[in-house]
């Protein structure tokens, strides 16, 4: 099995407010006020974790990086 290098992640607008992120590979989801904000606690939230994990359980390689999209809604007029 070929161990993947990017942990995706999506950010999307909160239901009230905000931002909130979701990985894919990982079950992580944390929220943030603004994009700044969601994304440090990606960050955070992600290297916790993965402390004292091995990455491989997860198919991924030894430090992974955060692949993040961010879904926006358009505005129809």
């Known amino acids: 099995m070929e161990l993947k290098q990017n942990i995706r992640a999506v950010i999307h607008a909160g239901e009230q407010h905000g931002y909130v992120a979701e990985c894919i590979e990982v079950s992580v989801v944390t929220q943030g006020e603004t994009l700044d904000a ?5 960050r955070e939230a992600v ?6 994990e091995d990455p491989t359980q997860f198919g991924l390689v030894e430090k992974p990086s955060l692949l993040v ?3 926006l809604q358009p505005a129809y007029a």
């Open 47 to 52: 290297a916790l974790h993965l402390e004292d």
């Open 69 to 71: 999209t961010f879904e």
């Open 38 to 42: 969601v994304v440090h606690n990606l």
